[in-house]
């Protein structure tokens, strides 16, 4: 969720200090930052990104009972399909 070397102070005038593109592994971002690439990323963002994590931690390293883990773990991070304007979802 980190990313130091991308990292940037805030600026005490308000101006905005991001950068044009986005960035980040998308199968953690959030829905909205996916959906609209423009959004401006807020404290929400971080804390879907952090569900997610927290999702694929739990799914990998504690003790369950789920038999097909592999399955599960690429329906949820990894599964995608393109729509008919030729976006892909996931």
């Not at 070397?5 to 996916?34: C, E, H, I, Y």
């Not at 807020?42 to 009972?65: A, I, P, Q």
Request: charged share 30%; proline share 3%; with cysteine.
């Amino acid at each position: 969720l980190n990313d130091w070397d991308l990292s940037k102070n805030v600026r005490a005038d308000g101006a905005n200090p991001r950068q044009p593109d986005r960035t980040g592994t998308w199968q953690f971002m959030s829905a909205a930052l996916l959906i609209s690439p423009s959004k401006i990323h807020e404290v929400s963002d971080d804390l879907e990104s952090f569900v997610h994590v927290l999702v694929y931690e739990s799914v990998r390293f504690l003790k369950h009972d789920c038999q097909s883990v592999e399955q599960v773990m690429k329906r949820f991070f990894d599964y995608y399909e393109y729509e008919s304007d030729g976006e892909a979802a996931g």
